[in-house]
């Protein structure tokens, strides 16, 4: 068992797509609910920019990692917060990372949404997981709760 984070980098042509998306939302067009997110980078300093998909459960607002601890979430483990886009409309939120435990059923729910785009990096797991699967899949998926400053 390997004592590094689960991180499963993208293809050349899922980081050609990703940039795609972003430009998008930063020009306004937000494809089923996408967002740019920027976040300070811990070591650069500077923002740091990628496509995300929000997700909304129970009344709250989340950021999955689908591809398990990347450089956007080391990131905002170390920023506590950053910016949601789509065109103009920029949103400042502070982040909180869910412990393992809390995260059952806003996986499940995301799958539910996002499954067909983000299924292939959960390794065989899904919105029809059992949810022991579901929890035993958390600790490779970073989940942060999101709340919009004013």
């Known amino acids: 068992m390997s ?3 689960y991180y499963l980098q993208g293809s050349p042509l899922a ?3 990703n940039s795609v998306v972003g430009w998008l939302a930063r020009h306004g067009v937000s494809l ?3 967002a740019e997110l920027s976040v300070k980078g811990r070591k650069s300093g500077r923002m ?4 995300v998909n929000p997700h ?3 009344g709250e607002q989340y950021l999955v990692s689908a591809r398990g601890h990347s450089q956007w979430v080391r990131n905002m483990r170390a920023a506590g917060g950053g910016e949601l886009r ?6 400042t939120f502070t ?5 393992d435990a809390e995260k059952l059923l806003v996986l499940r729910t995301y799958l539910e949404r996002w499954g067909w785009e983000v299924n292939q990096y959960f390794q ?3 919105a029809k997981s059992t949810d022991e699967e579901l929890l035993a899949a958390a600790p490779d998926h970073p989940v942060f709760r999101i709340t919009t400053t004013a």
């Open 3 to 5: 004592s590094q984070p």
């Open 15 to 17: 980081i050609r797509f």
């Open 32 to 34: 089923l609910g996408s």
């Open 48 to 51: 740091q920019r990628i496509p």
């Open 56 to 58: 909304r459960h129970g």
């Open 86 to 91: 789509i065109g103009r409309k920029v949103r």
């Open 95 to 99: 982040a909180v990372e869910l412990p």
């Open 124 to 126: 065989g797991v899904t």
